[in-house]
């Protein structure tokens, strides 16, 4: 006899604005205990002592999640210059510091350029990474170092928001404030220790705050206070709650927006949910946006009966659809 889940059936995407302090996991798990759902899981790792757009994905939203981790993301970071710490970030200890040149902004806008485009990048030891299973984090720290792999990334825009060197105000530690627009496992400690390195005088991660994960941004977040304020966790979540609640999520398929969408006939929805193939005929199929030859070359097809997402299918070379991921929404 199979074992009952514990839980309630809860399908959508919630986009919060983690808090600092708290690891990706640990508001995870508030979420998913305050919706006392079946399955969740979040989409990109954000450090402690970062804040912003994190992705939680509950339900049959949780099988489209991996779209979300290969996004692109925004973030917004404050490098401290002069010094380096253990971590890359101000969680940790300074371990050396250097005088700071004299820059102006002209300087900075040539720096911050050459940092742009594609490259290969060495994530830190202070990472949610897994060796044989454990953290990177866990053996940095225990003073292992572990050798890594270094990951093609790309930085597709780095903007200077504002900066202040130590000549300019001795009161507060010399700054830039950047803004990133980057690929998927991209490191911004990283980006900000080897920004310090170039300059000459070490750098390391004070703030950050991811501004857009994929199609999500912070415009459509809400706090963990936010949600505390409206449901408190420790009530009985009756039908009411629940209702409320689940407004607060977005569709499976606003993670997957960007593959075109086909509207299935009824023989069609059989196929596919026995797992079958369908053969692929823009001229006679009912697709959501107007046709194009960009539509057409994807690979990747949300599927569609009765106006409800009931999964997303590959095409072959042989144009058939081939369902990969079935949603029962």
Known sequence: MARRKKGRLVNGILVLDKPTGIS?????????????????????????LATGVLP?????ATKVSHYLLDADKRYRAKCVLGSVTTTGDSDGDIIDTKPIPNLNKSQILDLLASFEGEQDQTPPMFSA????????????????????????????????LDFSTAKENT??????EIEVHC???????????????????????????????????????ITIEQLYEQFNPDDELDEAKQIQMDKLLL???????????????????????????????????????????VMIQSDHYRLYFNNTLIALAILNDDMHLKPKRLLFL
């Open 171 to 176: 009161d507060k530690p010399a700054y830039i």
């Open 183 to 221: 690929s998927k496992g991209t490191y911004i400690r990283t980006l900000c220790e080897d920004i310090g390195q170039a300059i000459g005088c070490g750098a390391y991660i004070s703030a950050l705050r991811r501004i857009d994960s994929g199609p999500f941004s912070l415009s459509q977040s």
């Open 251 to 293: 569709p499976t398929d606003t993670a997957i927006e960007q593959f075109p969408g086909i509207m299935l006939n009824e023989a069609q929805f059989k196929q596919i949910q026995h797992g079958m193939t369908i053969n692929f005929d823009p001229a006679s199929m009912t697709i959501s946006s107007p046709v194009t030859s």
């Open 129 to 160: 990474l897994k060796h044989n299973g454990r953290p990177l984090y866990e053996y940095a720290r225990k003073g292992i170092e572990i050798e890594r792999k270094s990951r093609r990334i790309t930085l597709f825009e780095i903007k200077l």
């Open 56 to 60: 939680i994905c509950l339900g049959e």
């Open 24 to 48: 990706s996991n640990g508001a995870l798990q508030k979420v998913k205990r305050l919706y006392q759902a079946q399955k969740a899981g979040h989409t990109g790792s954000l450090d402690p």
